[in-house]
């Protein structure tokens, strides 16, 4: 382990007042709880945000049903919604830096870690905007009498509620469809980390965007996202964070008006490597990579390795050697690599899950401490567990944490069944020469998406890709033309024209 310390002048930001945003402007909580936000860096606090209640809730909500009402967005012309949320997405970039560094101060989230930055929401903004125009109806074969089509429309007021791990990405992930689809959102930021959300939608009415199109209301998930959910005027919940609460928005949407939710969730992706593969350092690189970033706070953070049995002592010890040589401390230097987890709640269910893994008899190869404890920070070094039962507690549930666990197998049936052995299905990445095991593997494993490589990673990929998790990761599709379309609803009108 290095350690980094940010200099005198690292980079200062003024915080920003978070309040609810309702009707193109800040507004005055009518909760008179406070809720504190503590900097994870250092254990201090950071600022006060609004605990949130019904009526914060019921003002933004009637906002945004009045804004899709009367068509102030819906009907906008899609050209002129594009430009809007074009100039939306360029304020995003100009001001990136300023969004990661709140970030940075809310969660722990290093300044060197590009995955999921606010250069990156913006850019998703840019897509959404440039695919208002590529939604397509259908027309369907009948007689000579009748004319069918099938048009897509908004869904009308959408409620997104967002987690805190990647928060300016995960907002426009939320917010970036459901407005290129012409509907009218609440956002619901997490209590961890609001500061950015309360910038980005001061940026959106900077940009143009009429008032009450976007709104965004802090607090309490057990507060503001339970009033959301059993809102009857909110026609969608958009949600990313655990299962737990995810299913707590499925049956708060039932007790309501059974308004469409779609769920992405926990993840416990897994990293299978065959012996074919050959290139054991190649491999090494980017399964520490993946489950150092952002302090393995992400969902497909890769927290199961698989590994053939004839290459795991040697694997292990190549990955082992770079969990090792993690940079941590201030994350807004940018020497930093690895920041706190986001809070001491966080902190103390990692150790358990740690100890957990200990208790289950698995191997500790490194790391299992809590670190720089004298900072009071959130620290806890990266783990590595060897010869992990595939049923222990490291290996079936979400940690949200850097902690990696490994199991061996012996051929690809087995490799298929230790993937598929969790109720989760997000990511899965497979590393193997031979066409065919990667082809095999890509139709029987249940998840959101499976990468093969028979090379190192490269390439950007497509920001056209959607994604639809499996099991206990979610429900719905998320990204691209696919993902969209989840924020418009099915319409048939029938023509009898004799």
Request: net charge negative; glycine share 10%; charged share 20%.
């Amino acid at each position: 382990m290095q350690m980094s310390n940010a200099s005198d002048k690292t980079m200062q930001l003024e915080l920003i007042k978070v309040t609810p945003f309702i009707n193109g402007e800040s507004a005055s909580s009518t909760s008179e709880e406070l809720l504190e936000v503590i900097n994870p860096t250092n254990g201090k606090k950071l600022t006060d945000i609004p605990a949130g209640c019904d009526s914060d809730v019921g003002q933004a909500v009637a906002s945004a049903r009045l804004a899709f009402d009367d068509g102030r967005w819906s009907q906008l012309l899609p050209s002129q919604r594009r430009a809007l949320l074009h100039r939306f997405g360029d304020l995003i970039e100009e001001e990136a830096s300023q969004l990661d560094i709140l970030d940075s101060l809310d969660m722990g989230k290093p300044l060197s870690v590009r995955l999921g930055n606010a250069v990156s929401a913006a850019n998703y903004v840019r897509y959404c905007a440039d695919a208002i125009d590529k939604v397509m109806g259908d027309v369907y074969q009948s007689d000579h009498t009748t004319f069918i089509t099938q048009q897509r429309l908004p869904r009308g007021v959408v409620a997104a509620v967002v987690p805190w791990n990647f928060p300016t990405m995960s907002a426009a992930l939320k917010f970036a469809p459901a407005l290129a689809a012409g509907n009218c959102v609440v956002l619901k930021p997490s209590e961890c980390a609001s500061q950015s959300a309360m910038r980005l939608v001061q940026l959106a009415t900077q940009a143009g965007l009429p008032p009450g199109v976007l709104n965004m209301v802090p607090g309490r998930g057990d507060i503001v996202g339970r009033a959301l959910a059993l809102h009857n005027d909110v026609d969608m919940m958009t949600f990313t964070g655990s299962t737990l609460v995810g299913k707590l928005m499925f049956q708060y949407a039932g007790k309501s008006n059974m308004k469409l939710v779609q769920a992405e969730c926990g993840g416990k992706s897994p990293q299978i490597v065959f012996a074919d593969f050959g290139d054991l350092d190649t491999v090494a690189d980017n399964v520490a990579q993946l489950i150092l970033v952002n302090q393995g706070q992400l969902c497909v953070a890769g927290s199961r390795l698989l590994v053939q049995k004839e290459i795991e002592a040697d694997l292990i010890e190549k990955v082992a050697i770079r969990l090792k040589a993690f940079v941590a401390g201030d994350p807004l230097d940018t020497k930093t690599t690895f920041g706190p987890l986001v809070n001491h709640q966080q902190l103390e269910k990692v150790l358990s899950y740690i100890a957990s893994g200990r208790e289950s008899g698995a191997e500790l190869v490194c790391g299992g401490n809590r670190i720089l404890e004298d900072t009071g920070g959130y620290f806890v070094e990266p783990t590595l567990f060897a010869n992990v039962s595939p049923d222990a507690k490291i290996a079936q549930e979400e940690i949200f944490g850097p902690v990696l666990s490994v199991s061996s197998f012996r051929d690809e049936e087995e490799a298929i069944q230790l993937a598929n052995s969790t109720a989760y299905g997000l990511d899965t990445h497979v590393w193997t020469s031979n066409l065919s095991t990667g082809m095999k593997l890509s139709k029987y494993i249940r998840a959101s998406m499976v990468s093969v490589y028979s090379a190192a990673p490269g390439g950007e990929g497509s920001g056209a890709m959607s994604t639809e998790p499996y099991g206990l990761s979610g429900v719905g599709v998320d990204g691209g033309q696919a993902g969209l379309e989840t924020y418009l609803r099915r319409q048939v009108t029938w023509f009898n024209h004799g």
